[in-house]
């Protein structure tokens, strides 16, 4: 493909009007009633088929994208052509990648006879990375010679090792075009992966909050005399700990929560119509409890106390005050945001709750 670029003598960034001016430039100089060079009519007619194809937006689009494909077939050509011999194996049509990795790991050295696209070279200068060719005249005997390097490999001899054959597939890999296009596909199934696990977990995480997955008694077999994981005391259920009284289904998340300080809260909600335990949780100072209920009006009570004051699950309250909350829970079917219910320490001063008896609280 004939570089139309070069015709006109103009960088390929080049606008228009640039274009256009180096275009009657050169055609000022090669026309034939001016020129009487033998070539000057060719010239000309080369100008006027690159002008043509250039002041065309359209022509010119598809020409680059043509000339650049072209070009990156003769780079890739021209990378993957690379015969030498090593210390113990013959290399044929390798990358430039490759012929490094070699240097490197001394399987060649700066006398090697390279041959590239069938011409010889020697290397004149290396660092490590870049590699400078000097041509090499020979005849043929002597390429011949060079091209076996006066080493006859075995048929039955291996390749080299696995690691070494796949440091120098990995190595060649990384440094192309494919390798770069497949490592962005990885990518991109690793991120969707990790999206997929991360909404996974999320409907995992909500759905154990739900009755059907939370421990419907969580003193069952927790022995008496020792601190369970997580617990201040012995006895004391973990935060969150929820017991269910009836067996209803629900799914509008509620979330309960309480102040930092030293005590600890023990929440009743009942119905509030017929006064029965709908369900009761243990929540630990500054945390929040999270639990989905059916639709409905409830009640809640509730008492705080310190680790100290704590004498068991079936007493719990008989030594501290107890309260009722003067805002009910009214849950409908169809409410997706979240309750939120802040609960403050039980004391007369708290216009939030009403301060009620032990019985009351407890029945």
Known sequence: MKDYYKILDVPRLSSQDAIKAAYHAKARKYHPDINKSPDAEEIF?????????LKNPVKKNIYDADLRAEEEDVRRSNDNNYSFTGTNRRYEGVSLATLVRCLNKERIDQSTIIFHRGK???ISAFDGSKVTFVPVEMSKKQENTAKNGGYVQDETEPEGNLRDALHFY???????????????LFGCIIIIAAIQFFMNFTISSRSSYTNETVIADPMADMPKETVQPNSPVAGMPPNGAIQWYQNIAGNIPVEVSVPKGNDYYYVLIKNADTGERVLSVYIYKGKTAKITMPAGNFAVYYTNFPASEWTGPDTVGQNSLCAKCRIFLALSQGTRSKTRLSLKPVSEANSEITVVTYDEFIR
Do not use: C, F, K, Q
Not at 45 to 53: D, G, K, L, T
Not at 174 to 182: D, F, K, N, Q
């Open 120 to 122: 010889p070279y020697r």
């Open 45 to 53: 007619r080369e100008i006027n088929e690159a002008y043509s194809v």
């Open 170 to 184: 990995w190595y060649d890999m990384i440094h192309s075009t494919r390798g770069i296009v497949l490592i962005i």
